[in-house]
């Protein structure tokens, strides 16, 4: 019954910085996600913040670079993404967990996805 739409991809020179939002269509009183998806590559867990924001666990390969945080009163989670890497490249998905506890890692651990924005890092 959740609606998630990520907003804020686009073209960025690798180094460089974006914001990607993921608004809700009504209050999601579970841990949020981001994974990302590469053409032909699985998609992959990149980090996850509960409810209550006191908790957060990212990726290893993103760590340090990234910062997932949200804003209950309007619904949305973001994603900061600083020094873009070519790697970086990829659909980004932000979802709603399954359970109020758990800062899963796994597609499983989540029961509503977005459709996801694009981020395209140039060299």
């Known amino acids: 019954q959740v609606r998630l739409v990520e907003s804020g991809g686009g073209l960025v020179q690798a180094g460089g910085s974006l914001r990607l939002s993921c608004a809700a269509s009504?209050?999601?009183?579970?841990?949020m996600g981001w994974f990302r998806q590469a053409p032909g590559k699985e998609r992959e867990f990149v980090a996850t913040?509960?409810?209550?924001?006191?908790?957060?666990y990212y990726a290893d390969s993103v760590k340090d670079r990234l910062t997932i945080s949200r804003d209950n009163a309007k619904n949305t989670v973001y994603l900061q993404i600083n020094s873009l890497k070519p790697e970086d490249t990829a659909v980004y998905y932000c979802?709603?967990?399954?359970?109020?506890?758990?800062?899963?890692?796994?597609?499983?651990?989540?029961?509503?996805w977005g459709q996801g924005t694009q981020v395209t890092v140039s060299s």
């Open positions: 009504e209050p999601t009183f579970v841990p």
């Open positions: 979802a709603a967990g399954k359970e109020p506890w758990r800062l899963g890692d796994t597609q499983n651990d989540y029961n509503y």
């Open positions: 913040i509960a409810y209550d924001v006191r908790r957060t």
